[in-house]
């Protein structure tokens, strides 16, 4: 069963833009990660953010989670062709148990 | 090393083949999992190994079976599957709690894409 939502399901955005993926899941966490997937490929780990944390930032991206509404985000900043990808919350409900949400399709316009 | 190690890259088998898919880790990981993804969906949890023992199975399929015969080594192998089953098989690694540094981070390699036909 997956515990989390992203949305949207798809974004087209113009390189340099900024873009704003979110994520709800439903149960308590001790972690969110974010994870991206080249088409056809394995996922890389991008972030992680622990349930005690309400912001985290590595490079352009930047991570907010909200555990009162069970809600996180990822925003990448400057955006850039070769963030063309599927993008994807991860939750940990029980121990060892890392569930993916949907995932984002982002697509980069040049 | 930070790679994980998926063995055969693609398979195209029979419903009444048996065939197996193998992933190797030389990073100390102590947790081994395996996901199926099909297209467009995200990974789907099937088995977990923590110190090489089975920790969970998220009601899997019996034709599907998981051997994990070291810290290294992690394998799936396959038994009558049916058409359905075609999918990218992920497997991941990741430090285990207690572990020094556990991030919590899981390390995916690139993936088996298998064919039942």
């Known amino acids: 069963s997956q515990q989390g939502e992203e949305d949207p399901q798809a974004l087209s955005i113009q390189e340099g833009e900024n873009a704003t993926m979110n994520c709800s899941y439903k149960?308590?966490?001790?972690?969110l990660q974010w994870y991206r997937q080249n088409s056809g490929r394995g996922l890389v780990h991008l972030i992680l953010?622990?349930?005690?944390?309400r912001e985290k930032h590595s490079g352009r991206l930047r991570v907010t989670l909200d555990t009162s509404k069970k809600s996180s985000s990822l925003l990448i900043t400057a955006s850039r062709a070769a963030d063309t990808a599927s993008y994807f919350c991860?939750?940990?409900?029980?121990?060892?148990?890392?569930?993916f949400g949907k995932g984002t399709r982002l697509h980069i316009l040049p | 090393d930070t790679e994980v190690t998926q063995t055969p890259k693609h398979l195209v088998m029979g419903m009444t083949n048996k065939k197996s898919l193998k992933c190797e880790q030389h990073?100390?990981?102590?947790?081994m999992y395996w996901y199926k993804q099909k297209a467009k969906k995200p990974p789907e949890l099937m088995f977990v190994?923590?110190?090489?023992?089975?920790?969970i199975n998220e009601s899997v399929p019996s034709r599907f079976s998981p051997e994990c015969p070291n810290s290294s080594l992690l394998n799936l192998h396959l038994h009558a599957l049916q058409p359905e089953d075609s999918a990218l098989y992920l497997c991941?690694?990741?430090?285990?709690?207690?572990?020094?540094?556990?991030?919590?981070?899981?390390?995916f390699g690139e993936g088996s894409r298998l064919t039942v036909l």
């Open positions: 990073m100390g990981h102590r947790a």
């Open positions: 991941a690694s990741s430090q285990e709690s207690g572990q020094e540094v556990y991030t919590g981070e899981l390390f």
């Open positions: 149960t308590s966490i001790n972690n």
């Open positions: 190994y923590s110190y090489e023992k089975l920790s």
């Open positions: 991860a939750t940990d409900p029980f121990r060892r148990k890392i569930i």
């Open positions: 953010i622990r349930s005690n944390e």
